[in-house]
């Protein structure tokens, strides 16, 4: 058993936002990954079971790696449809943001959202949800959005008739968040869940290939290029970094999502405490930056203070609108103060 996250006036509330609408939009962040993908896929299909007319909708393209999740034929990715997609969502009925918890996040898909009279509804798990939802859950306890959607479900009674297709969505979404669980996973629920949703019919071995064994040579060759080339280690600091250029995106015929989980590899050298990957943004004159840590290092303080973002205690990300000799300036800097929590072991 579960315990119960909604109180039963927040189920009430929950249940009248969902029985009164029809039409209703289901979205997520920007540059969708597993769980923000498998969140609204699996979402969309719990509505479609419930009679209503589910829209799954995303900002911008999402990783090849991705394609073959049940239902993303159904999915409008806003940016490159926004004259079709736009109208549905000024006269959608309700709308549902799953996995970021500010409107930014959106990008260009913001202004119909906010233009639409639609009330919202926001589930999430990352840290300072912004208040722009009527109906929200946000709880930054949880492994991804998938499992607090699960739990969501298995309150409103809804998790007995589950399909294999939902079950497949919501296990990819929880496995991509833990990194197949090997982090932020300790929660023995996390399991209780997989139970239940294995019990629905899911292949979970044929998930963890269809997401982690599907990359391109192309990939394979970059990442192989960053590692013997690119890879600049800080043995004082427990720490390591590796930069992109836009030339090298280029000469490796990058597509997106090729880079995706890149920042975790160098973790696994001993001792390491903290990895950062810096990447030229090939549509914004921007670095993006992603940090990963182990234990209670706190990328989130790091990127908050240093790259203009945040997120989680070990996997943040932020950007810097500078050139990349300048970025891994800020990196040294940013190494540099943190030296004392790096240092532990
Ligand atoms: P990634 O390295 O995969 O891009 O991001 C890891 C995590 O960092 C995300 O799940 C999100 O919580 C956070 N994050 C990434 N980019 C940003 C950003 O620009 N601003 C903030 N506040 N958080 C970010
Ligand atoms: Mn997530």
Redesign the pocket.
């Known amino acids: 058993m579960l315990d119960k996250l909604l109180s039963e006036d927040n189920v009430r509330h929950l249940c009248a936002l969902l029985d009164k609408a029809q039409n209703i939009i289901v979205t997520c962040?920007v540059?969708p990954?597993g769980?923000a993908m498998g969140s609204v896929l699996a979402f969309s299909h719990f509505l479609g079971r419930k009679g209503k007319n589910a829209i799954p909708v995303v900002p911008n393209i999402f990783p090849d790696f991705l394609k073959w999740m049940p239902g993303v034929e159904r999915v409008a990715v806003y940016e490159k449809n926004e004259g079709e997609v736009a109208p549905l969502v000024l006269a959608a009925d309700l709308v549902v943001c799953l996995?970021f918890n500010?409107p930014e996040?959106l990008l260009g898909l913001q202004k119909p959202v906010e233009e639409s009279r639609a009330p919202r509804i926001m589930i999430d798990h990352?840290?300072?949800p912004a208040d722009f939802c009527e109906w929200s859950v946000s709880r930054s306890d949880m492994s991804s959005t998938c499992e607090l959607l699960f739990r969501i479900m298995d309150q409103l009674g809804e998790t007995e008739d589950m399909t294999m297709e939902e079950a497949a969505c919501i296990y990819t979404g929880m496995m991509t968040?833990t990194g197949g669980f090997s982090y932020n996973s300790n929660r023995s629920d996390i399991y209780y869940i997989i139970g239940q949703l294995l019990t629905k019919g899911i292949d979970k071995d044929k998930i963890y290939r269809n997401v982690f064994f599907n990359y391109s040579a192309e990939r394979f060759r970059l990442m192989g290029y960053m590692l013997y080339v690119k890879l600049e280690t800080f043995p004082e600091y427990h720490a390591s970094l590796m930069t992109l250029t836009r030339e090298e995106q280029k000469r490796f015929s990058h597509k997106k999502g090729d880079t995706?989980g890149f920042?975790n590899i160098p973790l696994q050298i001993n001792k390491s405490r903290l990895s950062i990957?810096l990447r030229e943004d090939t549509e914004r004159r921007v670095i993006?930056?992603?940090?990963?840590s182990v234990d209670d290092f706190p990328?989130?303080k790091m990127?908050?203070e240093f790259?203009?973002?945040?997120?989680?205690l070990n996997?943040?990300?932020?950007?810097l609108p500078c050139p990349m000799d300048r970025a891994v300036e800020v990196v040294r800097a940013a190494l540099k103060k943190y030296a004392p929590l790096l240092a532990v072991k």
Request: net charge negative.
């Open positions: 962040h540059s990954d769980d996995d500010t996040r990352h840290l300072d968040d995706e920042v990957f993006r930056v992603s940090l990963r990328c989130n990127a908050a790259f203009n973002g945040g997120g989680h996997a943040s990300g932020g950007e």
